[in-house]
């Protein structure tokens, strides 16, 4: 593979074809100007402040790498989607971006942003050009008209397109984060087709740091290109030339420390690969006819691995027998049980393998712990935590020793070989970690020890103690002597200050901790990490390193000043080795944590407690945009288990992400782009779906408009009411993309208005469940019917799972008796609602394919009628006329023939009661209800006997029994007819 291959796309006159938009005010200047879009009417201020993209990245204020620039430039001059490799960062690339159209003469939206991306931009942007989303509508139309920037969520700006409240036609652009997860049906790809329906100038710029996503299914970089509305592919992998030209002069120092695995440990490691080995096996020999190529061993102690076997079993899981079931969920299990062994301390490892000990989850699953091999897990676990005499003498973690001697010996050794004023100054260390659980690991034993960390985790997981080993006590005997003697040699406002706010933090957290896992609950760890554990810690050093250093004794104590975190204040005031334990990305700041802590801290080493790709390259791209000689670059100490499950998955992702991105280098070099993909001719018929007036019964037809007159010609385009709340959905972006206009108000009646006639309530699965055993559809369908003739019900499938409702997986994860309660109920349902009409839909594709079919040749539905309709407000003459009437008689009468909801009221209005609806004449009710035909339906149902055919007569003891129901003052033909069945028998 070639460079040229990778190499971007550049143009090389790029600096007389940048855009106008690209504009900053004169040099010192903070923010950016306005331009016209004709240069012509440019004043000579505005020209001197001109400048082209080029020479905005020659400003001081632009710190940008090689390879980023290269990014910026090919953004900046075409619309397009940039794939960029785990760690190489396009956020700085965006930043600038977003700088250079921040001014109020632009309105700039970036949509499918996380929240902390969010609050990351905004904090780096000036903020009277960032705008926040208003509530109400008439606000947000206001703030539109002021341009700047806005992240906004895509449902308000979908309704906000929909209802034309935003100018669509002076929209700037549009940023679209995470790429990869633009599908046709979501409701970013319907905002950009909105968008690019009546603006054909506007730009569209797609990120995305997730190049395994786009080798899921067929063509998919084609498809999320073709949805985004861009043509041009910017690929960036670590192997880019570029990006090796930048990061490899300013390489920080590695080195890698293999931290033999014990033995105990690595037989369990084996062990455990072999049962899964076995269950690959078996789920292979099983199902013979399924494609099951992603299930391998390798793949399987991965940590991706579940997603992708789910999504590919999803179709045909009513389809699997209950082994493979088992087989998908017990691979899972023993994956957590893989980790643990590896990760977590013995006592919690040996806490959570006691839990499928039991005899009822041995009754639950697959069979694999009636194996050999399970039996050796059991065992070993148990000797990791007891010894020989069954005394409680836990083994520690195999990382533990190896980071102590890297704190208390490597590193302060090296730091007093470093040269120049370097070594005045305390260490700076960063740890950085897998997750939460981890982190509090690894500050609990640098703060406690390990003695007394493994014995509180034995308390805390309800793991027997019994007699503790002799070499156990004397370990905890020590830590007691090394806190006493440093409490005594230490200062006591200092041995006041830190170490009584960790014991007023940690112990109260330690007994919720017990409490919470006191309850045999799966989710407990899950709550626990949410209680207990933190993503970052501070430490620093407690008493002198001494020449021999005891690993057990507790040299470490926490900072509280962590809360704010504000770390340039918590080094002023400790001058002391500062130790930070960090994990690799936040719930708060997601991935940018890493590269925020870097800055803040500047560490002088970094320890890899486990491998991460992405953390990895962020350390690389953090020390070549500091640029700093050899001597003065940080460590990096990797602590790795080799030849183990850790090295392999790491060694996986990368291949995965190297694989992913030769998949998509060459799809690029062999897909063919038509010219009208991005939207801005005219010529893009994939925007347009026409419905001419000409053609018999509103056939629908696809033509490709020519020329713009031709998209203005008359045609009658069908219409659908959408209810707000079904903006969730894909739905509304499907009946759109296939040519029906969407119309989104806010109805109190069903979810979808396809005529006068016609409502729709749509109901997923789970919704249909939960609305049954509410009674919360019962009445949404007797509003349906009493206000609309052809009330729907549509159940609506997952286009990824079996279109499939008997079963325990898809119906309820609950006993076969409640689905067959939600079989009953749907029964009841349509025995009460004789003109309610259920549809079945597969997906939301099919869905739409209906809803356009039933609208051929109906009439179009009012969007006020419809809003009025079943409101308090008397808004529309049936809901003022139905507040006059007795909704038992109105639902009733409705259910006669020839009574429907455009001539019901006129009949409550004129019929005065039932008795004198027997005394008129048939041509009187056909007046009454202005048709010839419903008149005879309902004077026929009124006095013409109804009675079963011949054959189909039972007995005469059921028509003497309905005479006598009737009695003496019924009508005589009840008798008549009686009478001839009883002749016609002799």
Known sequence: MSDSELQPPIEINAASEAPPDVAT????????????????????????????????????????????????????????????????????????????????????????????????????????????????????????????????????????????????????????????????????????????????????????????????????????????????????????????????????????????????????????????????????????????????????????????????????????????????????????????????????????????????????????????????????????????????????????????????????????RRRGAQHLQPPKVLILCQDARTCYQLKQYLTQGGARFLLQQAMRHEVQVGKLSDKLSKESQSQVMAEATETETKPKAKAEGPKAELETTVTPQLDELAQLLSEADVDADVQLQQQLFEESYMLTMTQPVSKEPDPNASIFEIIPELEQFDVSAALAEHRQPCICLQTFKTEREGSLALEHMLEQLQPHYVIMYNTNVTAIRQLEVFEARRRLPPAERMKIYFLIHARTVEEQSYLTSLRREKSAFELIIDTKSKMVIPEYQDGKTDEAFVLYKSYDEEEPANAQTRKGATTGAALTTARITPKVIVDMREFRSDLPCLIHKRGLEVLP?????????????????????????????????????????????????????????????QGKFMLSQQTTATNAD???????????????RLIWSPSPYATAQLFEELKLGKPEPDAQTAAALGSEETGGAAAGEQLHFNNAIHDFLLRLPGIHTRNVHALLRRGVSLRELLKRTQSELSDLLQSQESGKLLWDILHVAHLPEKDEVAGSSALLAASKQFGSGSHNRFRKAAGEARRGRR
């Open 25 to 416: 005010e004169a040099t010192g200047a903070t923010g950016s100007t306005a331009l016209p879009e004709s240069s012509d009417s440019l004043n000579d201020e505005d020209l001197a402040n001109l400048v082209t993209a080029e020479e905005y990245l020659l400003r001081k204020d632009v710190v940008l790498l090689e390879y980023e620039k290269q990014m910026f430039l090919d953004l900046i001059h075409q619309d397009g989607l940039l794939v960029c490799g785990k760690g190489l960062s396009y956020e700085r690339v965006l930043l600038n971006i977003l700088k250079v159209y921040s001014d109020a003469g632009n309105l700039l939206l970036v949509i499918n942003s996380s929240d902390w991306e969010e609050q990351y931009y905004k904090t780096q942007l000036d903020s009277k050009y960032v705008h926040e989303v208003a509530n109400t509508a008439t606000e947000r139309e206001r703030v539109y008209l002021e341009g700047g920037l806005q992240f906004i969520s895509t449902r308000i700006l979908v309704v906000d397109l929909l209802k034309q409240r935003i100018p669509i036609e002076l929209i700037t652009g549009i940023i679209v984060l995470r790429a990869h997860s633009i599908i046709e049906s979501c409701q970013e790809a319907f905002a950009l087709r909105l968008f690019r329906q009546r603006n054909k100038t506007g730009f569209i710029k797609a990120f995305s740091s997730s190049p395994e996503s786009f080798t899921i299914g067929y063509a998919h970089i084609e498809r999320t290109m073709r949805n985004l509305f861009v043509k041009q592919l910017f690929i960036w992998p670590r192997f880019h030339a570029t990006v090796r030209a930048a990061l490899h002069p300013w390489q920080a120092q590695t080195i890698e420390l293999h931290v033999p695995l014990s033995t105990r440990i690595s037989s369990i490691q084996t062990h455990i690969l072999d049962i899964m080995n076995f269950l690959v096996r078996e789920i292979k020999r099983i199902n013979r006819t399924v494609d099951l190529e992603a299930i391998t061993v390798e793949n399987c102690v991965t940590k991706k691995f579940h997603k992708i076997l789910q999504a590919q079993l999803d179709c045909i899981w009513h389809q699997l027998n209950s082994q493979t079931k088992l087989i998908v969920a017990d691979l899972k299990i023993l994956r957590s049980l893989m980790i643990s062994t590896m990760y977590h301390d013995s006592v919690s490892a040996y806490a959570l393998i006691k839990r499928y000990r039991g005899t009822e989850y041995a009754i639950s699953n697959s069979g694999w712990t009636l194996l050999d091999a399970a039996e050796q897990i059991f065992m070993l676990s148990k000797q990791r935590v007891y010894n020989g005499q069954n005394e409680f003498e836990p083994e520690p973690c195999p990382k533990w020793q190896a980071l102590t001697e890297l704190l208390t010996s490597h590193i302060p050794g090296d730091m007093r």
């Open 822 to 836: 939600i079989m009953q109920k749907l029964q009841l349902l349509t025995l009460h609602f004789p003109k309610l």
């Open 745 to 805: 108000v806010t109805i109190t009646i069903g979810d979808y208005i396809l005529t006068p006639d016609i409502c729709v309530e749509r109901k997923s699965i789970s919704d249909l469940i939960g609305s049954l055993n509410s009674g919360r559809l019962y009445n949404q369908c007797v509003q349906m019917q009493r206000y609309y003739a052809k009330p729907i019900l549509l159940i609506e499938f997952d286009q990824n799972r079996p279109f499939h409702l």
